[in-house]
């Protein structure tokens, strides 16, 4: 069940990922485009996509740039991220545990500073968004019961680390 549970979860997250990359890239070519999730001047996805914040979390353009590497729209990041946690998802062990329960976390944080920078900052409200902060957390509850289940060491008896990245 948390395996199906969670390739759901995964695919959802990687759609809303890779639409929120489909906005933002066409909003940069046609900066009258306006997407499906556009319901009026405070509930724009397009808006929040094209904004600072959209990328970087909004904290990478002040310290090294607009033109930086590390500059990447946040929906890349969430494609990686969703990819990430439906590969690990089907090992077994503590340490994929671990990783995904770590991954999660990282992503819960960002998807709370957002959500925050989104009331605050933006005064926005972005469908696509908080479906994925929904999605984020569902993750992240299956992530705390799935280490809290995982017996045993990082890595287990006669495994080693290569065997588990590999």
């Known amino acids: 069940m948390a395996a ?10 990687a759609a809303l990922s890779v639409y929120a990359l489909h906005v933002e890239h066409h909003a940069a070519k046609d900066p009258s485009y306006r997407a499906a999730c556009d319901l009026g001047p405070s509930v724009s996805c397009t808006r929040v996509f094209s904004s600072r914040w959209g990328r970087g979390l909004g904290l990478v353009e002040p310290v090294l740039g607009r033109e930086s590497v590390l500059n990447v729209p946040n929906s890349a990041v969430g ?23 770590g991954t999660s976390v990282a992503s819960a944080l960002a998807s ?55």
């Open 4 to 13: 199906a549970l969670r390739a759901v979860l995964c695919v959802a997250g």
């Open 79 to 101: 494609v990686i991220f969703y990819l990430l946690q439906g590969l690990l998802g089907t090992r077994r062990g503590r340490l994929a545990a671990v990783t995904l329960l």
């Open 112 to 166: 709370l500073w957002l959500a925050g920078v989104l009331l605050f900052g933006l005064r926005d409200l972005c469908l696509v968004c908080v479906s994925t902060y929904g999605v984020n957390l569902a993750l992240l509850g299956l992530n705390l019961r799935r280490v809290g289940e995982a017996p045993g060491p990082l890595v287990g008896e006669g495994e080693h680390l290569g065997e588990f990245l590999g």
